[in-house]
């Protein structure tokens, strides 16, 4: 899928053998996976350079690109995961270049579990705007779980965003508070722990809702 | 060996193997070219340039193969066994045979050289045209999910088909609607890579013209599919509402009557009539909300309401409410105010507190008719109500609903002029860089429109920078008309804004000769009484006697509180 990966494979957008050329003869082996697991979509959203897809890579792959960072991330990512001893794959799309073509982003909104709403907590605007994509985009909130995600708590000095007042406004209105977390995609903050608790609240969401 | 810190100086640190220390070299070359350039310009630039080619290529690998999956596994399967009618099929899948041809020879193309001669600008550019169909594939992606579902249920071979494709380890746990946004999801990706591509490219580079030229038209390319996406979703949203309602009332609705309605939002709640409970549903458009009560398949009209603004009483109360309406309705003809005769009954009231009651227990928002009766909306949460509380607010500030119609409009208008259905008509001549043909910008804002303004600087031949100078001016030309155009569409929508600013000055003028009636015979009254009849003396002391009782109650209530209190 685009470039989905499973979680074994790192995306290398450098990789020499990428430029061989492939076996376009390959042929599908169709082996059945027996593993039922219950399936989480959850689609990052926010403005261009918040770290969505950074976020999606911590907390996949544990790994943060400093040296070369691929422009794109992948796709999507998937991750198995235990929550609350339930097998799950958690199935993370990354909307990256959507930010300015609304109707575009719809198709993602359909389908999905959950939407965590990105912001960098040092960019006020990025704040504000994913108070304002909550809001103009999804038109049937209730089919949505969402989370607040304030990216880049590494770099504390300039903060703008954190004033606990300011957040509180926009957790009154539909987002779930317990998994609202700063954290960091550079070093992993926090990353697995809102991931997982997103899950939960997620799945606990839709045991209410059934 | 990687380097695994890179610093500012261009100092590398590299770790040969995972036991040994750091090493520190020295990358003389990015010393000298970063001693006045910025930290992403930091690294050589070339290694750079062959990262993002590299990652250009292996991520149009990825989509290629991610498309032939889909083909293998989903289309020719569904076209062998029969699984869906022809139309059908067409509807789902589109022309992703033709995206695939599109990608896997832009793909061959890339291959064709090694990463670091590649002009990856000329690739995507000779195949711009071929790359609409990306645009008209996006078509697909509205209402997909709900699509594959109703497939699903009138199709029962789809739907076990979909099932049996889940358990494919190829699918990587995506499912035919994931592998069917993949094309929306690759095109709007191209700006990202090529914008990062120009950043490190030098101007006097043989394939920087081209990387412009391929940048502005995926641009373009990704604004014609969001308004294809837009204009498909609209009319879908529009269609279906007026399809929901039973022939009668949608007649009486007319909701296609109205070119610039825009739906907004559309939930459950429930209405107290005579005591009884209705379950209704609303659909709120931009100017008018109308509440459906379910009748088998269908929804018949319980009431159509046109939204009106009046302007919120911070301390008000219903009874001033009403006064304000009163005047409203009672001084203004009903022909100067068009929204009366169609609103024939309840308009919104701007959130006062008072009209907001909510208790605990209820959840309910208030609409003020001008009948003067309440029309009570209860829902289930707090958090629906205060939704529909702020949606229902902003659809009823006199400004919004115009400007939302406006950015529509000129959008509309944009794409109207740019070739969407016969989307193959060349947007212009492929192979042809000095060609004086217009270049169509597709955003004036865009940071790509910033970058073709620094032009290269070497000199490749006269001619040659004659002919991109010639091109600037007319893309500047093409601006100044697109520019041109949504200053008409302004105007338009400014006059409409006007003559409604008209309207509101004539209200406020026969307010205000109401109010200087109401003086007069406010006067007239007090000269009658202000004689000095035995009448008025008489009534004089009376009501000084009232005042007295009065305050001589209040003293007691007060007495009587401050016992209580004691007690």
């Known amino acids: 899928m685009g470039c989905g990966n499973s979680q074994e494979e790192v995306p290398k957008a450098s990789a020499p053998n990428l430029l061989e050329k492939a076996d376009y003869s390959e042929s599908y082996i169709r082996n059945k996976s027996v593993i039922n697991r219950k399936l989480l979509k959850v689609i990052l959203l926010g403005d261009s350079g918040v770290g969505k897809s950074s976020l999606m890579n911590q907390y996949v792959h544990q790994q943060f690109a400093a040296e070369y960072k691929a422009t794109i991330g992948a796709d999507f990512l998937t991750k198995h995961v235990m929550i609350d001893n339930v097998p799950v794959t958690m199935q993370i799309w990354d909307t990256a270049g959507q930010e300015r073509f609304q109707s575009l982003g719809v198709a993602f909104y359909r389908g999905a579990d959950c939407c965590a709403l990105v912001f960098d907590i040092n960019s006020e605007k990025s704040f504000d705007s994913v108070t304002s994509w909550k809001e103009a985009q999804i038109q049937n909130p209730h089919d949505f779980c969402f989370v607040l995600l304030g990216n880049k708590v590494d770099i504390e000095n300039q903060r703008q965003v954190l004033k606990i007042q300011r957040v509180n406004p926009l957790m009154m209105s539909g987002v779930q508070k317990e998994s609202s977390q700063l954290v960091s995609a550079k070093n992993g903050t926090c990353v697995v722990d809102a991931f997982d608790c997103l899950a939960a609240t997620t799945l606990n969401r839709d045991d209410l809702v059934s | ?567």
């Not at chain 2, 979909?162 to 358990?167: I, P, S, W």
């Open chain 2, 1 to 567: 060996m990687r380097p695994l810190l890179r610093r500012r100086s261009g100092c590398y640190i590299y770790r040969s193997s995972p036991q040994s220390l750091p090493r520190i070299m020295f990358s003389f070359a990015s010393i000298t070219i970063c001693s006045s350039s910025s930290y992403t310009m930091s690294s050589p630039p070339t290694n750079r340039r062959i990262h993002i080619i590299e990652e250009i290529i292996s991520t149009e690998q990825t989509f290629v193969s991610t498309l032939e999956t889909l083909i293998e596994l989903f289309l020719r399967p569904i076209e062998a066994q029969n699984i869906l009618p022809g139309d059908e099929k067409v509807s789902l899948f589109g022309d992703v045979v033709e995206v695939y041809k599109v990608a896997s020879s832009m793909l061959r193309s890339m291959r064709r050289v090694p990463a670091s001669e590649l002009n990856v600008g000329s690739v995507i550019d000779e195949s711009m045209e071929r790359l609409k169909t990306y645009a008209s594939f996006c078509a697909i992606t509205v209402d997909l999910q709900s699509r594959v579902s109703s497939l699903q249920k009138r199709f029962p071979s789809f739907s076990s088909f979909l099932e049996d494709r889940k358990q494919l380890s190829q699918c990587k746990n995506a499912e035919l609607q994931d592998f069917l946004i993949c094309p929306m999801q690759r095109l709007t990706r191209y700006p990202l890579l090529l914008r990062k591509l120009i950043e490190v490219t030098p101007t006097q580079h043989d394939d920087y013209y081209h990387l412009q030229r391929a940048m502005d038209g995926v641009q373009f390319i990704c604004t014609m599919a969001n308004s294809i996406l837009a204009r498909t979703s609209h009319s879908n949203n529009m269609n279906r509402v007026h399809s929901l309602f039973e022939k009668k009332d949608a007649e009486t609705i007319d909701l296609l009557s109205n070119p610039t309605r825009c739906f907004i939002l559309e939930g459950d709640c429930m209405v107290y009539k005579k005591g009884k409970q209705v379950n209704v549903r609303l659909f709120l458009f931009d100017d008018i909300l109308v509440m459906g009560k379910r009748k088998d398949v269908n929804y018949r009209l319980y009431k159509k309401i046109t939204l009106l603004y009046v302007k919120s009483h911070s301390s008000g109360n219903s009874s001033q409410m009403r006064k304000e309406i009163v005047s409203r309705t009672g001084s203004v003809p009903t022909t100067d105010n068009p929204k009366h005769i169609i609103s024939d009954g309840p308009i919104f009231v701007k959130g006062s507190p008072s009209f907001q009651i909510t208790t605990e227990q209820e959840h309910s928002l208030e609409l003020l008719t001008t009948r003067f009766t309440i029309e009570k909306l209860y829902f289930t949460t707090k958090e629906e109500k205060n939704r529909w509380h702020n949606v229902l607010r902003r659809a009823t500030e006199i400004h919004s609903p115009k400007e939302v119609r406006k950015r529509g409009n000129s959008r509309e208008r944009k794409v109207n002029n740019l070739p969407t259905q016969n989307a193959m008509r060349p947007l212009r001549p492929i192979k042809k860089p000095e060609s004086e043909s217009e270049t169509a910008k597709c955003e004036s804002d865009s940071p790509a429109s910033s970058h073709s303004n620094d032009s290269p600087i070497l000199s490749r031949g006269k001619d040659r920078i004659d002919a991109e100078r010639q091109q600037r001016l007319n893309g500047l030309e093409a601006q100044l008309k697109t520019s041109r155009a949504s200053e008409r569409a302004l105007k338009t929508s400014g006059e409409m804004l006007q003559s409604r600013v008209d309207g509101l000055e004539k209200l406020v003028e026969a307010l205000k000769t109401q109010i200087s009636t109401m003086e007069e015979e406010l006067e007239m009254l007090r000269s009658t009484i202000g004689g000095s009849s035995p009448a008025t003396a008489s009534a004089e002391s009376l009501s000084r006697v009232i005042d007295m009782n009065e305050e001589a109650v209040y003293y007691i209530l007060l007495f009587r509180d401050m016992k209580g209190g004691e007690l």
